[in-house]
């Protein structure tokens, strides 16, 4: 049971915008911990999207973006594309648990 | 190129004991924090533990703590999970993760393409 909450699944059609909820709480998000994000293709090893709240690692697109308010942070993606579809995950730390803790995951389909 | 790459996984009876490695390469592993990460079959990924550079101090998941120890050897730039007291529900791929800075609680940047434990009789 994971203490980060995240819609289960999202879609769009090619070249609009979606977002992905991460909602925490008090002892994690709400703590001040940063939030990271990660994209999963089928079959793969996790991608690191976005780390710090908002930051992108090299060789990541424009197109996804991250930010964080309150208990809560967001992942957005513009202009969609057909390889975005795949599963993504937040991770933050949490000081009740003393430990990293990834949300429950959302799949991004492409329609 | 920093690269990890898991070995010693594979099949376990309930109540056994597996030890899974993780070889790095590619950056000065003593300096990192690394970690274990597993997913279950068609589930969301899960953190196991996590142990600093140095290897003094380590962390765990309350679903393992007691049963997984992580350690690292930093002369052979390598990292371990000894799995003891096997439960059905720790049959998932474990990969190795490394925290991108070095120091804090910081997002994992490099992941190695995971090795699968199954625990069953």
């Known amino acids: 049971q994971s203490v980060l909450t995240q819609p289960p699944s999202v879609s769009g059609a090619p070249g609009q915008r979606v977002t992905i909820s991460c909602t925490g709480s008090s002892s994690n998000i709400g703590a001040g911990y940063d939030v990271h994000w990660y994209q999963q293709l089928p079959g793969t090893a996790p991608k690191l999207l976005i780390y710090g709240n908002s930051n992108r690692p090299s060789g990541v697109p424009d197109r996804f973006s991250g930010s964080k308010s309150g208990t809560s942070a967001s992942l957005a993606i513009t202009g969609l594309q057909a390889e975005d579809e795949a599963d993504y995950y937040c991770?933050?730390?949490?000081?009740?648990?003393?430990?990293?803790?990834f949300g429950t995951g959302t799949k991004v389909t492409v329609l | 190129e920093v690269q990890l790459l898991e070995s010693g996984g594979g099949l376990a009876q309930p109540g056994g004991s597996l030890r899974l490695s993780c070889a790095a390469s590619?950056?000065?592993?003593?300096?990192?924090?690394m970690s274990w990460v597993r997913q279950a079959p068609g589930k969301g990924l899960e953190w196991v533990s996590a142990?600093?550079?140095?290897?003094?101090?380590?962390y765990y998941a309350d679903s393992v703590k007691g049963r997984l120890t992580i350690s690292r050897d930093n002369s052979k730039n390598t990292l371990y999970l000894q799995m003891n007291s096997l439960r059905a529900e720790d049959t998932a791929v474990y990969y190795c993760a490394k925290v991108r800075a070095a120091a804090g609680l910081d997002a994992f940047d490099i992941w190695g393409q995971g090795t699968m434990v199954t625990v069953s009789s």
């Open positions: 991770l933050s730390y949490d000081s009740s648990l003393s430990g990293y803790v």
């Open positions: 590619g950056f000065t592993f003593s300096s990192y924090v």
């Open positions: 142990i600093t550079g140095s290897g003094g101090s380590t």
